[in-house]
């Protein structure tokens, strides 16, 4: 599917829940304060956008192309980016809320999530190598079977890994957060 191209175009305040979002490739392209609620982005292309301040909870990313896309500041409830276009997939998530979202068997490594809410977020059986969880609050999400060799959770919180069902080799921890890694043994650790 030949898509039309916009690039260098900056999108402000635009309700896509009323006007959809048109089919195309976006590249280069800022969306401000845009809202996305429940819209149907699938089989669009965004190549190093930037979206700031917008609501993208429960969009349909199927087939979406998220090529190097930065989201600062963004509401992300409930989306599925497993669905998204595999393919030069990469992203990153700057004072985002993201729960509910899943990122089920995706490969997204050296994905940096900064500043995130990240309740009941499942990372189930994904692939997620030198990813950086600065300061990401993690509540009941789901790591299994979830490869985070050489990720870095040291000041990430409220995290249940268990290190017998995922890949941990060279992950690093802190002290503070370490007993993330022990709940699923039910050890108690006192001060």
Excluded: W
């Amino acid at each position: 599917m030949n898509l039309p191209l916009l690039e260098e175009q900056h999108y402000k305040s635009q309700d896509y829940t009323i006007n959809t979002l048109p089919k195309a490739e976006y590249a280069d392209c800022t969306f401000i304060n845009c809202n996305f609620d429940n819209s149907d982005l699938s089989n669009i292309v965004f190549s190093q956008c930037d979206f700031i301040d917008c609501n993208f909870s429960n969009a349909d990313v199927m087939h979406t192309t998220l090529d190097d896309v930065t989201f600062t500041g963004c509401k992300i409830l409930g989306v599925l980016f497993q669905n998204c276009n595999a393919f030069l997939l990469s992203f990153k998530f700057i004072n985002c809320t993201l729960n509910l979202s899943s990122f089920y068997q995706l490969k997204i490594t050296r994905t940096n999530f900064s500043n995130c809410i990240m309740h009941q977020v499942d990372f189930t059986e994904t692939e997620a190598k030198y990813v950086i969880f600065k300061d990401c609050d993690l509540y009941q999400s789901i790591f299994d079977r979830t490869n985070l060799e050489h990720s870095d959770f040291t000041s990430a919180y409220n995290f249940n890994i268990n290190p017998n069902l995922n890949q941990l080799k060279q992950a690093s921890f802190s002290k503070e957060n370490i007993s993330g890694l022990l709940e699923s043994f039910n050890i108690k650790i006192l001060d």
